[in-house]
Nanobody, 119 residues
Framework: QVHLVESGGGLVQAGGSLRLSCAASGLYNMMGWFRQAPGKEREFVAGISANTLNIWYADSVKGRFTVSRDNDRNMMYLQMNVLKPEDTAVYYC???????????????WGQGTQVTVSS
């Protein structure tokens, strides 16, 4: 059983930055970040393969967010720059076997961390 714990969320003004961390109890081939805003479906943000050679981003965050992972420490990160109010959501860390943008393809989830961007 893989356990995932997110941290690093908070309140930031538009244009600011935050760095999210995800601590995993094991190593999984595929890890990703998702987010869910109130009243909306959970959406894919970024994904990264175990060898870090394959990285994917949602169009809405390309050029602003950077996903990375440290396999020695079983950690994944999401550096978020130039934050916008529409980035406000609960951000979740997820782990799975293959790349997918659909949440249902991921086997394990963290509890989420709130990111709030004020205008």
């Amino acid at each position: 059983q893989v356990h995932l714990v997110e941290s690093g969320g908070g309140l930031v003004q538009a244009g600011g930055s935050l760095r999210l961390s995800c601590a995993a109890s094991g190593l999984y081939n595929m890890m990703g970040w998702f987010r869910q805003a109130p009243g909306k479906e959970r959406e894919f943000v970024a994904g990264i393969s175990a060898n870090t050679l394959n990285i994917w981003y949602a169009d809405s965050v390309k050029g602003r967010f950077t996903v990375s992972r440290d396999n020695d420490r079983n950690m994944m990160y999401l550096q978020m720059n130039v934050l916008k109010p529409e980035d406000t959501a609960v951000y979740y860390c997820a782990a799975g076997h293959v790349f997918a943008t659909a949440p249902g393809h991921y086997d394990f989830w963290g509890q989420g961390t709130q990111v709030t961007v004020s205008s």
